[in-house]
């Protein structure tokens, strides 16, 4: 095939170059691309991998394991976490302030509620997403007694509640912070926290060498002259009993006490022989320590619309030797109850139960040594090391609660 010059119209040899008549370049030129600058290409590589990592961030970022935190409360997905102190499950408590006698024990629940965003209790369906849950106090380094908890447990002196742990301090606890810790399935922490403040309270003992109180008479006035005095529960009150009998009973109204009887060189201890009612706030609690109430077959020995506590008392003689009514809880410990028509009784319908140890009692020669016709909460009454011998019935369960008597004596007319 022949080739023409595209500039003379001369004849080309084959593959050529240029003409060998006018010497032009024959070949068709190609347009040179535009030069990117070097500048220009990294910075275009550099917003390239800043969005690739902006995606990657992201997507860690929706994926990996996230940490919640609050103080009384905690959000997590449609979930509402909190701690109270009271049994209102809508209210969280970030800080709790509590008074405690100084050389006083104390133990207290921390309560959880979890609702869902319509205010319902949701505690299983958050509890099933749950791997682990623990608490633990926290920057008490210093504190001369240092506050104590148990792991969160459901417990059925508290059923309102799916968790509590129990708090253990003393009134020189000062404070410190609570931090329960929620660890997730799906790989999630959640960090619930609580202040807990215990402040001292003031003590103020009364003994007889200081004040009157030999006669029930006496004894009244004074009990009414502190209750005028103090008014609420911001002290601990303690009474030193004399060695004497008390003709009549009082009442403790205003002001609950601690009442401590004593024991002479004779052998004579802190009698009464009429009744002894504690109708104190609600909340507060009455202790009776190291006394004999003595009746004639007839009455109440001690009785109580309000929680009280029985430690080493004798109750002999009475138509019923202790009676919680009301909304009373009341405990007997290592008491001794003989020839009552009925030793203990429980007839509260209160929502609160503040111990389960009923251990090292006698019942004997009663004609029922426990009558339950109503008692708060389910929470199992313990009957640890109590001996029951010579009743016509050792308990009367007339409301089916729950007992433990694997660790007392029985005897076969049970």
Not at 76 to 94: E, N
Not at 243 to 257: A, F, I, K, M, R
């Amino acid at each position: 095939m022949e080739h023409k010059c595209p500039w003379c119209g001369g004849d080309l040899p084959e593959n050529a170059s240029f003409c060998p008549h006018c010497a032009q370049f024959t070949r068709p030129r190609k347009e040179a691309a535009t030069p990117i600058p070097l500048r220009k290409k990294a910075l275009l590589g550099l917003l390239l991998l800043a969005v690739l990592a902006a995606v990657g961030a992201g997507l860690w970022l929706s994926l990996s394991p996230k940490s919640y935190d609050g103080y009384g409360e905690v959000r997590y997905r449609d979930y509402q976490l909190l701690l109270s102190q009271f049994s209102d499950r809508y209210v969280p408590s970030p800080t709790v302030s509590v008074q405690g006698e100084p050389e006083g024990q104390y133990r207290m629940p921390a309560r959880l509620f979890i609702n869902n965003s319509d205010g319902q209790d949701a505690s299983q369906a958050f509890l099933e997403e749950v791997e682990t849950v623990s608490a633990a106090f926290v920057g008490q380094e210093d504190s001369p007694s240092p506050m104590t908890c148990s792991q969160p447990a459901y417990n059925p002196g508290v059923p309102e509640c799916p968790l509590i742990s129990l708090i253990d301090y003393t009134g020189k606890s000062g404070t410190a912070e609570l931090v329960w810790t929620f660890q997730m399935k799906n790989g999630d922490t959640i960090y619930l926290r609580q202040t807990y403040e215990i402040i001292p309270i003031p003590v103020y003992d009364y003994y007889p060498e200081e004040y009157p109180m030999d006669t029930a008479e006496e004894l009244q006035a004074l009990i009414d002259s502190i209750g005028a005095q103090f008014g609420n529960d911001e002290a601990i009150i303690n009474l030193h009993l004399p060695p004497v009998t008390y003709e009549e009973g009082v009442t403790l109204q205003d002001q609950s006490l601690n009442l401590y009887g004593s024991t002479d060189a004779d052998g004579n201890r802190t009698t009464f022989t009429g009744p002894v009612r504690v109708l104190t706030h609600y909340g507060s609690i009455t202790y009776f320590y190291d006394m004999d109430f003595m009746g004639d077959g007839s009455g109440t020995g001690l009785s109580g619309s309000s929680s009280f506590r029985a430690t080493n008392c004798t109750f002999t003689g009475w138509d019923t030797g202790v009676f919680a009514y009301g909304t009373s809880w009341a405990n007997v410990i290592g008491c001794t109850f003989r020839y009552n028509n009925i030793g203990f009784r429980f007839d509260s319908d209160g929502a609160y139960a503040n111990h389960s140890m009923f251990n090292d009692n006698v019942f004997m020669g009663n004609d029922v040594g426990v009558q339950l016709d109503n008692v708060p909460t389910d929470v199992k009454l313990n009957f640890q090391g109590s001996v029951f011998q010579g009743n016509r019935m050792s308990i009367d369960n007339r409301c089916s609660q729950p007992t433990d008597l694997s660790q007392a004596t029985l005897d076969k007319r049970r």
